[in-house]
C-alpha cells in the first residue's frame, strides 16, 4: 500500500510546489490513515486544511480503497 500512496503524492506534488509547498509522508497506520506533513509555503498556509482534505485526502481515497483518512502532523 505504501508504494501505492507514494505513487498518488508524486502525482499531487508538483501541484504543490508550483505554488512554493511540498508534501512529505510520514506514516501509514494499519487501520488505513495516511500521516502527512505540508511543507513549504502548504506548511503556514490559511487553505492547507482545504489542500489536505479535498486535495490530498479526496485523491488518495479515490485511488486506494484502504484509505480511511489523511491527517496533518507537525
Not at 511540498?22 to 502548504?42: N, S, Y
Request: proline share 3%; with cysteine; aromatic share 2%.
Amino acid at each position: 500500500m505504501k508504494e501505492k500512496i507514494t505513487k498518488v503524492i508524486e502525482s499531487i506534488r508538483p501541484y504543490l510546489q508550483a505554488d512554493g509547498g511540498d508534501v512529505e509522508l510520514v506514516e501509514i497506520t494499519e487501520d488505513g490513515v495516511v500521516k502527512v506533513r505540508l511543507t513549504g509555503a502548504c506548511g503556514g498556509c490559511p487553505m492547507s486544511t482545504y489542500t489536505l482534505k479535498m486535495g490530498i485526502e479526496s485523491k488518495l481515497k479515490s485511488e486506494i480503497s484502504d484509505v480511511i483518512s489523511v491527517q496533518q502532523v507537525a
